[in-house]
Nanobody, 121 residues
Framework: VQLQASGGGLVQTGGSLRLSCAASGRTFSNYAVAWFRQAPGEEREFVTSMRWSGNITYYAESVKGRFTISRDNAKNTVYLQMNSLKPEDTAVYYC???????????????WGQGTLVTVSS
């Protein structure tokens, strides 16, 4: 599986962005897909994940109610809709895929290259 993330950019506090992660090489069926982020000088942290076949999702507390993970089966693409953005959301965002889905214990073997999101105050 090869993952290509896109959609990052500069946005003001309170604004919105939608990130995309397109997969090639194989379909996402039976996979878990997720978004992680890494702020400058910080460890990479979990943002959200979703079981591709089904509607099970997990969110980090810091993004609950503001971020939404979704998918487009036909395009084999996963999205991250980010609303009410805050300066602390500034980070490089990475999409990831792994199999099998075991909820928050899923191991992610495939990673996209990252896309930078900068939220100005």
């Amino acid at each position: 599986v090869q993952l290509q993330a896109s959609g990052g950019g500069l946005v003001q506090t309170g604004g919105s962005l939608r990130l995309s992660c397109a997969a090639s090489g194989r379909t996402f069926s039976n996979y878990a897909v997720a978004w992680f982020r890494q702020a400058p000088g910080e460890e990479r942290e979990f943002v959200t994940s979703m079981r591709w076949s089904g509607n099970i999702t997990y969110y980090a507390e810091s993004v609950k109610g503001r971020f939404t993970i979704s998918r487009d089966n036909a395009k084999n693409t996963v999205y991250l809709q980010m609303n009410s953005l805050k300066p602390e959301d500034t980070a490089v965002y990475y999409c990831a895929a792994g199999i099998p889905w075991v909820g928050v214990r899923t191991k992610y073997s495939y990673w996209g290259q990252g896309t930078l999101v900068t939220v100005s105050s």
